[in-house]
């Protein structure tokens, strides 16, 4: 430690080991968020303030995703409006302090290959674990809100996997959120979607959904009465 009559130590603000938890080794051009609870979930990249918060009493969840260690990508910024909220929407975070959030500044760069989901229940809640996203809204007492930051790029859209009588295909989250609130039962990601939009996937509904990349098969079953239902993906 560095302490003389000109500097003080003022802990640890590198990726680093810290001696009070534990810390995985971040991916080369990547920070951790740590996640942490108490009274609500906090989300920090910075070792000495999640350490300060550990010595307060906060229960340490280890780190939850990862963050862009580039400050030329989007900043997600803090905000305590009496819990934490993290946005990623300039608009959304200048209406908020106006509203009577303080504003605490930058809390991370949101990569644009780490998609992470913002639900709302007892608090705002963030993950990028679909797994979890899953678990939370399932039982109707945590509602999906939206992406707080990125995006899914070619071949890494999930295509997820719905039963109900039927098997049920679809890469729109909220939509898989609302079947599993009304009895769906998930069975995971089938496969990964590409972005490429040459080669369309169709749904239709009629007597079950029916999901075809024939264009001539999609005509023949609207002119048989199905519901076209748009590109799947």
């Known amino acids: 430690k560095l302490k003389t009559n000109s500097y003080t130590d003022e802990g640890n603000q590198f990726n680093t080991p810290s001696g009070?938890?534990?810390?995985?080794?971040?991916?080369?051009?990547?920070?951790?968020?740590?996640?942490l609870l108490a009274s609500e979930h906090f989300y920090t990249t910075s070792l000495a303030e999640r350490d300060a918060v550990i010595k307060a009493g906060w229960v340490y969840e280890g780190a939850a995703f990862s963050a862009s260690a580039?400050?030329?990508?989007?900043?997600?910024?803090?905000?305590?409006?009496?819990?934490?909220?993290?946005?990623s929407?300039?608009?959304?975070?200048?209406?908020?302090i106006g509203s009577g959030g303080i504003d605490e500044g930058i809390a991370w760069y949101a990569s644009e290959d780490q998609v992470i989901f913002?639900?709302?229940?007892?608090?705002?809640?963030?993950?990028?674990?679909i797994t979890e996203l899953f678990a939370l809204t399932k039982g109707n007492k945590w509602f999906y809100e939206d992406l707080l930051s990125g995006k899914y790029i070619d071949g890494k859209t999930p295509v997820f996997r719905l039963n109900k009588n039927e098997h049920l295909y679809t890469t729109n989250i909220k939509e898989a959120v609302s079947l599993l609130q009304s009895g769906w039962v998930y069975?995971?990601?089938?496969?990964?979607?590409?972005?490429?939009?040459?080669?369309?996937?169709?749904?239709?509904?009629?007597?079950?959904?029916?999901?075809?990349?024939?264009?001539e098969e999609k005509d023949l079953l609207i002119q048989s009465g199905w519901v076209y239902e748009g590109v799947g993906w």
């Open 187 to 215: 069975e995971g990601v089938g496969w990964y979607a590409s972005a490429n939009t040459d080669k369309p996937v169709y749904r239709l509904n009629g007597s079950e959904h029916f999901f075809t990349a024939n264009a």
């Open 89 to 96: 929407s300039q608009g959304e975070r200048i209406a908020i």
């Open 20 to 35: 009070v938890a534990n810390a995985p080794l971040p991916s080369i051009g990547k920070l951790n968020v740590y996640r």
């Open 70 to 87: 580039t400050p030329n990508d989007n900043p997600l910024y803090r905000i305590n409006i009496g819990e934490h909220f993290y946005t």
């Open 118 to 129: 913002r639900v709302n229940g007892t608090e705002h809640f963030y993950t990028a674990s």
